[in-house]
């Protein structure tokens, strides 16, 4: 078999496809392996370029791969799709991230550690918490509406709204039972919740990145600790505009023959950042004030609608937090005058 240069390795729970080129880009090597195969059949290869789509699992194996002397790059999926060929099958994922990986211009996602993916577990529990915390009160909501009682809006109408269907002596017994029931669950989460933010709050005080970025308006400490975590190394983005299109912030493209036609947001990239980025820019327009607060989201919000000079003040809020991990700076806010 000619020399192995570069490998695309489609991963999955138990089978893995390896496709291999040599130095004329002609396909040399195509294996199937299982998942206790795979680590021996690296072992025994020199060390070479391999290539996998950033997932769930690719970390894992990426560090895997990595000390056993290979050159390990995670790309992101949407990027290896336009190199898959008609009829798609592991064989053919497994050659398109081998095209895709030995591309020049190709962007690849870093490869994160056992300790930044256990600090990010803390970010996806929180959210699966609050999922189903909403869903724990929305079933509270119509469980009660359908009884004939109902609240205001807002998750501190609950308590009252358990307390209502308790002492209605109308509904029966069992219908009061149920709906208790929920309520003791929603505390149990509420728990588990605050249990959660604490070690987060925790985290946020011990990583001195994370304290400074959240010095920026509508950057608090939950989505400060997601920027330090998620960004381990913010240089691999070559501007603050790189970082903000990164995040889905930036307008969709559509320039031909010389003229530029800019869309809306691409909402690309990381949802969680986003989402975080654009809900903190809500809340600093709704306390902006003449006298207290940026002069240049002032005169956006006296221009434009509301949720686009949010989405505006999230791109701008992206790029400052890429300056100041860059340069290690401090946050300075421009007031405007009274």
Same mark, same amino acid.
């Given at each position: 078999?000619?020399?192995?240069?570069?490998i695309?390795l489609d991963t999955?729970k138990?089978v893995?496809?390896?496709?291999?080129?040599?130095?004329a880009?002609?396909p040399? #090597?195509?294996? *199937?392996?299982?998942?206790?195969?795979?680590?021996?059949?690296?072992a025994?290869l020199? /060390? %070479? #370029?391999?290539?996998?789509e @950033?997932?769930?699992?690719?970390?894992?194996? @990426?560090? +895997?791969?990595?000390?056993l002397?290979?050159?390990?790059r995670l790309? /992101?999926?949407q990027?290896? *799709?336009?190199?898959? =060929?008609?009829g =798609?099958?592991?064989a053919r994922?497994?050659?398109?991230?081998?095209e895709?990986?030995?591309?020049p211009?190709m962007?690849?996602?870093?490869?994160k550690?056992?300790?930044?993916?256990?600090?990010? &577990?803390l970010?996806?529990?929180? !959210?699966?918490?609050?999922?189903?915390?909403?869903?724990?009160?929305?079933?509270?909501?119509g469980?009660?509406?359908e #009884?004939g009682?109902c609240?205001p809006?807002?998750?501190?109408?609950v308590?009252a709204? %358990?307390?209502?269907?308790?002492?209605e002596?109308a509904?029966?017994?069992?219908a009061? !039972?149920?709906?208790?029931?929920l309520?003791?669950q929603?505390?149990?989460l509420?728990?588990?919740?605050?249990?959660v933010?604490r070690r987060?709050?925790?985290?946020?005080?011990d990583?001195a %990145?994370?304290?400074?970025?959240?010095?920026?308006?509508?950057?608090? /400490?939950?989505?400060?600790?997601a920027?330090? &975590?998620?960004?381990? !190394?913010?240089h691999?983005?070559?501007? @603050?505009?790189?970082?903000? $299109?990164w995040?889905?912030?930036?307008p969709? !493209?559509?320039?031909?023959?010389g003229?530029?036609? #800019?869309?809306g947001i691409?909402r690309?990239?990381?949802?969680d950042?986003?989402?975080?980025?654009?809900?903190? $820019?809500?809340?600093?327009?709704?306390?902006?004030?003449p006298?207290?607060?940026s002069?240049?989201l002032l005169?956006?919000i006296?221009? *434009?609608?509301?949720? %686009?000079?949010?989405v505006?003040?999230?791109n701008k809020? @992206?790029?400052?937090?890429?300056?100041?991990?860059v340069?290690?700076?401090?946050y300075q806010l421009? +007031?405007?005058?009274?």
């Open positions: 078999m000619d020399k192995v240069i570069r695309g999955s138990h893995f496809v390896v496709h291999g080129v040599d130095a880009e002609r040399v #090597l195509r294996r *199937k392996l299982r998942r206790a195969e795979l680590e021996p059949f690296f025994k020199p /060390p %070479l #370029l391999v290539g996998l @950033a997932c769930g699992g690719s970390h894992h194996w @990426a560090r +895997v791969l990595a000390r002397g290979h050159e390990v790309l /992101p999926p990027y290896v *799709k336009p190199y898959v =060929k008609r =798609k099958n592991d994922d497994a050659e398109a991230i081998c895709a990986v030995g591309r211009t962007s690849f996602v870093p490869v550690s056992l300790d930044q993916q256990a600090a990010l &577990m970010h996806k529990a929180r !959210d699966l918490l609050l999922k189903q915390r909403t869903m724990l009160v929305n079933a509270i909501r469980h009660a509406a #009884l009682v609240a809006q807002g998750l501190g109408k308590e709204l %358990l307390a209502q269907v308790a002492a002596e509904i029966p017994a069992l009061r !039972d149920v709906v208790a029931l309520g003791h929603l505390d149990a509420e728990h588990r919740i605050e249990l933010e987060l709050l925790a985290w946020h005080r990583c %990145l994370s304290r400074r970025l959240a010095t920026i308006p509508g950057i608090g /400490p939950i989505a400060a600790t920027l330090a &975590m998620k960004v381990p !190394d913010p691999m983005f070559k501007s @603050a505009r790189h970082f903000a $299109a995040l889905g912030l930036t969709k !493209d559509h320039s031909t023959a003229r530029q036609r #800019l869309g691409t690309a990239g990381d949802e950042l986003r989402r975080l980025l654009v809900t903190g $820019a809500t809340s600093v327009i709704r306390h902006t004030k006298g207290r607060g002069a240049w005169g956006l006296g221009r *434009k609608p509301k949720k %686009l000079a949010a505006a003040w999230a809020a @992206a790029r400052v937090a890429w300056a100041m991990m340069n290690g700076e401090e421009r +007031v405007s005058p009274a």
